[in-house]
């Protein structure tokens, strides 16, 4: 089963911030938060990941709250392009040990023009 | 996606033959994942595999699935005896280097089972 818990659909205006949040209230240590979404049909894309320090990156910026317990994604201004299924994941480091990557029914984020 | 090949793109079967999906991971890396997304659902895990080794087929059905990763050559996904229930887009991921692995995915073959 997944690890984390996210609503499962949201609306944003198109041109404004998505905030997708997620739970993830069991996460040890050394597991990392990683988000991918889904555009219809497509194959998963990678957006960002973080262990415990925020992250920014060209497509999105990852906020984790300081006590790892739940994070958000944020899309600074989002388009039309951006409406997909985003999926928020828990994972263990690989330098470690092995972990599956499970996906759970993420949220379905829906740009309005 | 780039560098993640999966063909064929669409596969069409009736049921009681076989599919055989294929992947390439990206060039010098030996490890991929499979995943199958059933019409309206989530990517459900099926088999983690590393060159000529099968590290986590704990998501594998039991019977008609299996999996492999020869030294030369793509994965392959097969199914035998295919039933209108194996139709469903089957992803393969392959993981970037070193531990902190990111996910590339290819576009999928979508199975259509007649």
């Known amino acids: 089963d997944a690890k984390t818990t996210q609503p499962t659909s949201m609306d944003c205006a198109e041109g404004r911030a998505a905030n997708l949040p997620c739970n993830h209230s069991?996460?040890?240590?050394?597991?990392?938060v990683y988000w991918y979404r889904q555009i219809h049909s497509q194959g998963p894309q990678y957006i960002i990941h973080?262990?415990?320090n925020n992250e920014t990156n060209e497509m999105a910026s990852l906020i984790i709250t300081e006590d790892r317990k739940s994070s958000t994604l944020i899309l600074p201004h989002a388009t039309l392009r951006d409406t997909a299924v985003y999926y928020c994941?828990?994972?263990?480091?690989?330098?470690?040990?092995?972990?599956?990557?499970?996906f759970g029914p993420g949220t379905s984020l829906s740009v309005i023009p | 996606n780039a560098g993640v090949m999966q063909n064929p793109r669409h596969l069409v079967r009736r049921r009681g033959q076989e599919a055989r999906l294929r992947c390439s991971p990206m060039?010098?890396?030996?490890?991929v994942y499979w995943y199958r997304q059933l019409p309206e659902e989530g990517l459900k895990f099926m088999v983690y595999?590393?060159?000529?080794?099968?590290?986590?087929e704990s998501g594998m059905p039991k019977e008609r699935f299996s999996a492999e990763f020869p030294k030369e050559g793509p994965s392959i996904l097969r199914i035998q005896q295919v039933v209108r229930g194996d139709s469903a887009a089957y992803f393969c991921?392959?993981?970037?280097?070193?531990?902190?692995?990111?996910?590339?995915f290819g576009s999928g073959t979508q199975l259509s089972v007649l």
């Open positions: 994941i828990v994972r263990k480091s690989l330098k470690t040990s092995y972990d599956k990557v499970i």
């Open positions: 069991t996460i040890s240590g050394n597991e990392y």
């Open positions: 973080g262990l415990k």
């Open positions: 060039k010098g890396h030996s490890h």
């Open positions: 595999l590393q060159k000529e080794n099968i590290i986590d």
């Open positions: 991921a392959s993981p970037s280097a070193g531990g902190e692995e990111k996910l590339f």
